[in-house]
């Protein structure tokens, strides 16, 4: 009644989930990258503004 999947069924099954999940998730992805350059470049104008008042 019920057939076993062939070794590359499952690979093929496996790569998909995979490559939908990547896809589903990249906009959170970008959007975490983006905020983490913000963060980067606010830290960097901090400290250069800390140090011209030294």
Known sequence: MFRRL????LLLAS???IA????I???IFEQYSRDQKELKEKLKLAQESEE???
């Open 6 to 9: 062939t070794f590359p069924q």
């Open 15 to 17: 790569v998909l989930g």
């Open 20 to 23: 939908g999940g990547i896809y």
């Open 25 to 27: 998730y990249q906009p």
């Open 52 to 54: 011209k008042k030294s």
